[in-house]
């Protein structure tokens, strides 16, 4: 699943959270799965966890919950037989998190910032899920695609 553009505004008093963003979603950017949870896990150690957590069996999808028509869809895909016990919706196809997460970019806007990312139909809500956790407010996502319509 591919081709959904992702655009999130949020507010955060943390830069930093902001430039982490910068730097994980550069298309330079290459670091492995371990070096991202070391970054964003300095904001709040939850989102480890939230970024390890399997949704086989349709479990760990709290993250989806502001989103019930990807939920819905969510839920229909988890129904496959073949997934891994280990798979993890955001993942899509990938091993590593820098290529799920696709490329971006993160820019300043009015007081917040606003993260520009292409990647599957579950990045949006699980940036949003991980901003959050890191203490954003005023976290928005839009989505536009030309393959799926929620």
């Not at 290459?30 to 349709?58: C, Q, T, V, W």
């Not at 709290?62 to 869809?73: S, T, V």
């Amino acid at each position: 699943m591919g081709g959904v553009s992702n655009v999130i505004y949020f507010e955060h008093d943390n830069p930093a959270v902001a430039e982490v963003l910068t730097r994980i979603l550069d298309w330079r950017f290459n670091g492995d799965n371990s070096e991202i949870e070391e970054m964003l896990g300095e904001f709040n150690p939850k989102i480890i966890d939230l970024i390890r957590a399997p949704h086989y069996g349709h479990k760990n999808l709290e993250w989806l919950d502001d989103f019930p028509a990807i939920k819905k869809f969510a839920d229909y895909e988890l129904n496959f037989d073949e997934l891994d016990k280990d798979f993890r919706l955001w993942l899509d196809d990938f091993y590593s998190y820098s290529d799920a997460l696709g490329n971006g970019s993160v820019t300043k806007k009015r007081n917040g910032y606003e993260i520009f990312v292409e990647s599957n139909l579950y990045v949006g809500p699980f940036l949003v899920a991980i901003l959050k956790l890191a203490g954003a407010t005023k976290a928005k996502l839009k989505q536009d695609s030309l393959d799926w319509h929620g």
